[in-house]
């Protein structure tokens, strides 16, 4: 091989991403984004009185929709904030509200980042600012309102739902006294809800596969090696669902519609500085944290 030689050109990037491969436009102004945030202010706010509450009026719900809605906006201004700082075009946060009974009002919130991220230093950041966000903002709520039981007084009745706790919230419990208490013994309060569906979107959102946030951070990790991981978690979260439906739906869901294999980026050789492979850690601290492997069930 001739030393003077070029070297060879990257790899060509695949395809965009399957939902930014479109024929139907999603509007970008900034009061259409007022608009979804408010409708789902109203409905989360619904749901949180309705069930979360003793009065069950729309004010009541109040102390589980905020908390929830600064948790969800906080984890996508975090992605949005960092494609900004990378020269990254993307839009402000879309709120999903979810005017359906038995949901919690709503269905998330999203950024659409409207080019690929070529540099696998900015593929990170962009990747874990959203999650390590929203898990940070979701702490004060939970110890707010781990605190904050009321007892059940009652027998659980069959058909109830149940939330298991993810070991966070076993920490949380005990660095305030509150007690080693369960989902079957005592209501919780609102404001613990909206944490632990704050937890749950992060644990969710950082499983790596495709392009969902853990997808980010695995193939600026893992580089190739990526897709390996990837088929691999989905597997595992396929057999879950002989305990319970919500990885297994989850993983599949997010492989049919963003893929399991990312796109590649430019640098996908070279190696991740210390400081970037610290972050990638601080991602599987806050996954591990904030994962419970049957979120919801019914006695």
């Known amino acids: 091989m ?29 009061l259409f984004h007022l608009l979804l945030l408010v409708l789902t202010f109203i409905t989360t706010t619904i749901f949180g009185g309705a069930v979360f509450s003793e009065g069950g009026s729309f004010l009541d719900g109040l102390s589980f ?8 906006g ?7 904030v960092l494609c900004r700082r990378h020269g990254i075009a993307a839009t402000l946060p879309y709120f999903l509200p979810a005017p359906i009974p ?3 009002g709503t269905f998330g919130a999203l950024i659409r980042i409207k ?30 309102g781990v605190t904050r039981p ?37 209501h919780e309060h609102p404001a613990f809800m909206a944490a632990w569906f704050g937890m749950l979107v992060t644990a969710l959102n950082l499983l790596p596969i495709g392009q969902l946030d853990g997808g980010h951070v695995a193939r600026a990790t893992f580089g190739r090696r990526q897709p390996i991981l ?40 070279e190696p991740l500085p210390f400081g970037h492979k610290l972050i990638a850690l601080f991602c599987l601290a806050a996954f591990l944290l904030c994962f419970t492997a049957l979120p919801i069930r019914v006695i």
């Open 115 to 144: 080019e690929p991220i070529r540099d696998k230093r900015a593929l990170l950041e962009i990747g874990a600012a959203g999650p390590l966000a929203g898990f940070l903002t979701a702490i004060p709520f939970l110890l707010y």
């Open 102 to 104: 038995n949901l919690i």
């Open 150 to 186: 009321r007892p059940v007084e009652q027998m659980v009745a069959p058909g109830s739902v149940l939330f298991e706790y993810p070991i966070l919230v076993r920490f949380a419990q005990d660095l305030t006294g509150a007690g080693r208490y369960t989902s079957a013994t005592v």
């Open 230 to 269: 990837s088929y691999a978690v989905l597997a595992v979260a396929v057999l879950s669902a002989a305990r319970g439906p919500i990885w297994a739906f989850f993983g599949l869901f997010t492989a049919i519609f963003l893929g399991v294999t990312h796109p590649p980026v430019e640098n996908d050789d």
């Open 2 to 30: 001739d030393p003077d030689a070029s070297p060879p050109p990257p790899a060509p990037f695949s395809a965009p991403p399957r939902w930014d491969r479109r024929r139907w436009k999603v509007p970008e102004h900034p």
């Open 74 to 80: 906080v984890h996508e201004l975090g992605h949005y």
């Open 65 to 72: 929709s905020i908390p929830l809605l600064t948790i969800l």
